[in-house]
């Protein structure tokens, strides 16, 4: 890693505190900070997922929108790169914090894009367990206008930009955003950089899905790749790779456990993750939670 990018991955880690998912903030006191990645993509950080920002001849593309509260603070930061249009704007996954700004971005004339299921899990009454939250649905002006079952590509900015569906992962609804010439992925939620990710159990999201999105990642990706996760710090190629072992793993141990006829409260209190909380478990989302929805995703 050179010098450059040991200084950006430096700011995301000053900013980590802010890239966790946060309930009840004061929006007044958030700062939407901006990274340079490569070339013309950038990186938002603020309250809830990192946004991506590709910029050019073409106009502005957005890999999420972030919280409807920082709207406005979203799109003053991308003009401070940019002052072209934002036409597109793609939806990692359906979460509040990642689909928040759609409305405003799209009153704008962006054309909000997602997986099938993000439109569908938009227009719905959702509620989020781990969190105790009812999730009211999307207005339509917010809900994307352009969906796909499996992949879709824009040839933007001189750059390829696939985008591919990853199933039943952190959602059902999870995409990763392939900048192919920039050598950029946006993974989204199935990442969350320096602490165990978050299953939407409610919303189909499982461990084994979590595992074969990376493995997908990984196929994608060199050791130059820059990897924007949904949210933490950037990451490259080996800690994806070291986070996906430690799912597998995690996941195997889990399932062991279940096949010998043991309880969701016995498997919580056999500590599966033990060895990894120290690096992944010191955030907003305790080991024996996690382990617990870890659990609950393979029992479903």
Do not use: C
């Not at 940019?82 to 914090?97: C, G, L, Q």
């Amino acid at each position: 890693m050179n010098s450059t990018s040991r200084q950006t991955v430096l700011i995301f880690v000053l900013a980590l505190g802010l890239t966790t998912p946060s309930y009840g903030q004061d929006w007044s006191k958030i700062q939407v900070r901006t990274f340079p990645i490569v070339d013309n993509v950038y990186a938002l950080a603020g309250g809830g997922g990192n946004i991506g920002v590709f910029v050019g001849d073409d106009g502005v593309l957005l890999i999420d929108a972030g919280y409807t509260e920082l709207s406005e603070k979203t799109v003053n930061a991308v003009r401070a790169v940019s002052k072209a249009p934002i036409r597109y704007v793609v939806n990692t996954h359906w979460h509040f914090d990642h689909v928040g700004g759609n409305e405003a971005l799209a009153k704008t004339g962006a054309i909000i894009v997602g997986h099938d299921n993000v439109r569908t899990l938009m227009s719905e009454e959702r509620f989020i367990t781990v969190i105790d939250q009812q999730i009211s649905p999307s207005p339509t002006v917010a809900l994307p206008v352009i969906t796909f079952p499996d992949s879709l590509t824009f040839n933007f900015n001189g750059d390829e930009v696939r985008v591919l569906h990853v199933e039943s992962a952190h959602t059902s609804s999870d995409s990763i955003v392939y900048l192919k010439k920039a050598n950029l992925v946006h993974v989204g939620d199935i990442m969350f950089n320096g602490m165990y990710p978050f299953i939407d159990v409610n919303a189909d999201g499982s461990i084994d899905g979590l595992v074969a999105a990376h493995d997908k990642v990984l196929a994608l990706v060199d050791d130059k790749t820059k990897i924007i996760p949904g949210h933490g710090p950037l990451a490259d190629a080996a800690g994806v790779r070291a986070y996906r072992d430690m799912l597998a793993t995690v996941r195997d141990r889990v399932r062991t456990m279940i096949t010998q006829g043991k309880s969701r409260d016995e498997i919580i209190a056999a500590k599966p993750t033990k060895e990894y909380d120290a690096k992944w478990g010191q955030s907003w989302l305790d080991p024996d939670t996690w382990t617990g929805l870890v659990y609950d995703g393979m029992k479903k």
